[in-house]
């Protein structure tokens, strides 16, 4: 998944960056609302966290501009302001949820998988496909019951494909869930993870679950293509 975080300080931009990267996401960082605005607009973003407090224009003007421009992506806004009036705010400006400094990183963990899953047809931090079981709050996978253990960039790739079962993934629909704003697209990365998963999720098993469809990208299905 692809996370914008708007933050203008420097060492909790890194810090959360950082967590968030060494648990599989994607992450672009914005230093102002000008520039967080500009990326939400030309970026396909699977969830944004948004800072209050921000040079050029504040979280507040940022959060009613992304949405005035038809961007639907959820919003988590950070605030050092624990006040209600401040909160409601927020919320009738177009933000999803909230969160205020200082916050348990698991915390924020679980609210953006909150946030992320509100836009697709599931549920649950389990999720099962085809005798595929991923549990993305323990990071944890299994096949017909057998553990698979995979890196944070692969269980990310699982979960998105995962996500858009039985859908045909354009390779630059992965690029833009998984990696962030300085992916080269003449590298073959993408092909590279997809073949490292295959070896862990379709090895040893009977029948294939991620497919190669020519000239389109790939399909994540129990009947091939």
């Known amino acids: 998944m692809r996370i914008l975080l708007i933050e203008d300080d420097k060492k909790i931009a890194a810090a959360v960056s950082k967590g968030l990267r ?4 994607a992450v672009d960082v914005a ?11 030309t970026n396909n973003y699977d969830a944004i966290i948004l800072d209050i407090m921000l ?31 401040d909160k409601i705010r927020g919320l009738d400006e177009g933000a999803d949820d909230y969160l205020v400094k200082p916050f348990h990183f ?27 079981i991923l549990d993305v709050a323990t990071h944890k996978a299994y096949r017909d019951g057998h553990e698979i253990a995979l890196s944070a960039k692969e269980f990310a790739l699982l979960e998105l494909f995962m996500m858009h079962a039985g859908k045909i993934l ?3 629909a992965i690029s833009e869930h998984l990696w962030d704003i300085n992916f080269d697209p003449r590298s073959n990365v993408i092909e590279a993870f997809v073949k490292f ?20 990208g790939y399909l994540f299905s129990d009947e091939g293509f």
Request: glycine share 10%; hydrophobic share 35%; aromatic share 6%.
């Open 31 to 41: 230093s102002d609302g000008l520039i967080g605005e500009e990326f939400a607009q």
């Open 55 to 85: 040079p050029k224009q504040d979280g507040w003007q940022t959060c009613a501009q992304i949405r005035a421009a038809g961007v639907l992506t959820p919003i988590l806004m950070l605030t050092a302001l624990d006040d209600v009036n």
């Open 22 to 25: 060494d648990e599989g996401y």
């Open 197 to 216: 998963l295959r070896q862990k999720i379709d090895k040893c098993f009977d029948k294939p679950l991620i497919h190669t469809v020519r000239g389109a």
């Open 170 to 172: 354009s390779r630059q």
């Open 106 to 132: 698991g915390e924020l963990l679980a609210r953006l998988r909150s946030l992320i899953r509100r836009g697709t047809d599931v549920r649950s931090t389990r999720v099962e496909k085809f005798g595929v």
